[in-house]
């Protein structure tokens, strides 16, 4: 299992910049699909970018931040990233990382994770 903890959150203007940060412990050791999810309430959770960490690592975006966010990872301090930038209204949400051993990250915008963070609001106004 592992353990997924999001900070970085808070409130910004629209087009403006938020970096979430996401700490994950417990068995990192294998591979795995590292993802970003947010969610509104009464909305279904959205997948928003993903990274495998295994060979052939690639990164995966949903349309809506494509070419708007970057997801990263640091290997030694084992935490993942998510650079929010032209933010927009539309944003505003809880943001989730997610953590699955999905072989290059297969399917990852469904959502069927089995490791999640608490979670950490990002609020865009303007």
């Known amino acids: 299992a592992v353990d ?20 994950l412990s417990g068995n990192t050791a294998n591979p795995y699909c590292l993802a970003w999810f947010r969610q509104v309430p009464g909305k279904e959770r959205e997948g928003v970018a993903a990274i495998y960490t ?22 030694a301090r084992n935490t993942l990233f998510l ?9 505003t949400a809880m943001y989730y990382c997610a953590a699955d051993p999905k072989y290059l990250c ?18 865009v106004s303007g």
Request: with cysteine; hydrophobic share 25%.
């Open 4 to 23: 997924l903890v999001e900070s970085g959150g808070g409130s910004v203007q629209a087009g403006g910049s938020l970096k979430l940060s996401c700490e």
């Open 54 to 75: 295994g060979r052939n690592s690639g990164t995966y975006y949903s349309d809506s931040v494509k070419g708007r966010f970057t997801i990263s990872r640091d290997n």
């Open 83 to 91: 650079q929010m930038n032209s933010l927009e209204p539309a944003d």
């Open 106 to 123: 297969s399917g990852w915008n469904r959502g069927d994770f089995g490791n999640w963070g608490p979670g950490t609001q990002v609020t």
